[in-house]
């Protein structure tokens, strides 16, 4: 073993656990036992405040805390990846993807609003105010899920523009990133809202826009999330070799340092893609990955922005794919509904609007399989739950399972 200086942040920890378990070090230190499994074989980096969980859970005296520091500055100064692999590198290299694929270039919506925020509250409160702002999203993102994007729509954008604004006008640089962040969760909330109502250009920008803002806040986990969603909608709009670029980049990107909760929904919808490029094994490779860092997922630092990736979120991806999958394969499409038929009865009933996309894709495997009766049935109610939660994106694809 070197010396304390010397060692590493996993060696210092797997010598200050000593004959402690995984699972009681966890319930100590507030995480699962798998997250420090990670931690211990370097299979991702240590944030600062679980270094701060383990050195109080330990006893350690600010030494497991002083190692994460000075390996995350460590990472930053000596990182040898290529553009490709950092963010502003990678964000760089795809702005073409997105030039080609909406050519209109939309702004962002809604840039014209007054904002009503006073850039000299944050020195009043800066914890509080942002406290309060972050609660304001969450009560948006629920009723997003009860009622529609149609529902907060107006509001969502508008206080979105409230943080921009506070962006801009706040100097201290510690300010700043906190606000970043923060901009990165509303201006990804509101690119997902504009995506709903059927504005696919003007999405993008609102996603490209958050992920810059989540670099700017170094939270890597949420610049891959964002890049993700680019990777849907231009997936959705027919761009399957482009949509797989940005996956396959944001997965790079994201590493083992991104949140697995995070790199498991990365892989899914890259499995998506790869079904409908009809590479079967890739596709498969992917989901069997998606579930396994699943399991790794419950670690008590789940960002709030993933926090709806859960065992239902991953069966509904499992269907979409073997759908795809299914065209080449018919004896794959019961395995896809099993799982969108677990994925129906997991559904959580707060999540009302996103309930038509689970039942759309129950429509399509039923109608593959032979059972129009169903797949008629299912599609129905999509359509209705699209109608009434005003989402155009689900009610476009509803349409179209009732046609197939």
Not at 161 to 179: K, Y
Not at 273 to 291: E, I, K, M, N, V
Request: hydrophobic letters at 40%.
């Amino acid at each position: 073993m070197t010396d304390a200086h010397e060692a590493t942040f996993a060696e210092e920890l797997r010598r200050l656990r000593g004959e402690l378990t995984l699972r009681e070090l966890g319930r100590r230190a507030g995480c699962s036992k798998s997250h420090i499994s990670d931690l211990e074989h370097q299979r991702r980096p240590p944030t600062p405040s679980m270094a701060r969980a383990l050195d109080k859970a330990l006893g350690a005296d600010g030494k497991l805390v002083s190692l994460a520091v000075a390996e995350r500055q460590r990472s930053r100064e000596t990182s040898d990846e290529g553009p490709e692999r950092t963010a502003d590198g990678f964000l760089g290299k795809w702005d073409d993807v997105w030039r080609r694929t909406f050519l209109k270039g939309a702004g962002a919506a809604g840039a014209a609003l007054a904002t009503g925020l006073k850039p000299g509250l944050a020195d009043a409160g800066t914890r509080e105010l942002l406290s309060a702002h972050v609660a304001l999203r969450a009560a948006h993102g629920r009723l997003d899920n009860l009622r529609g994007a149609s529902t907060v729509y107006a509001q969502a954008v508008d206080h979105h523009q409230q943080i921009l604004t506070w962006h801009t006008a706040t100097t201290t640089a510690t300010e700043r990133q906190q606000i970043a962040a923060l901009a990165a969760d509303t201006g990804g909330f509101v690119g997902f809202l504009t995506y709903d109502l059927g504005m696919a250009e003007t999405a993008a920008t609102h996603y490209h826009d958050a992920a810059t803002h989540a670099l700017q806040a170094g939270d890597l986990s949420c610049c891959v999330n964002l890049i993700g969603q680019m990777s849907r909608i231009t997936a959705d709009q027919g761009h399957y070799r482009r949509a797989l670029a940005l996956a396959n980049g944001a997965l790079r990107l994201g590493g083992t340092r991104a949140h697995p909760a995070v790199r498991s929904w990365g892989h899914a919808i890259r499995a998506h893609h790869h079904a409908c490029l009809g590479d079967a094994r890739s596709a498969q490779r992917d989901l069997q990955t998606a579930w396994k860092l699943l399991d790794r997922a419950d670690d008590g630092e789940t960002p709030p922005y993933i926090g709806y990736l859960n065992p239902a979120e991953l069966n509904k991806w499992t269907g979409h794919t073997v759908i795809r999958l299914g065209r080449s394969t018919p004896a794959l499409l019961s395995t896809g509904q099993s799982a969108i038929d677990d994925a129906r009865a997991a559904w959580p009933t707060t999540h009302v609007r996103g309930s038509a996309e689970v039942l759309t894709a129950s429509a399509r495997i039923y109608a593959a399989r032979g059972d129009r009766d169903t797949a008629a049935d299912l599609s129905a109610r999509a359509v209705a739950i699209a109608t009434q939660t005003g989402s155009a994106r689900n009610l476009r694809a509803a349409l179209a399972a009732v046609a197939e």
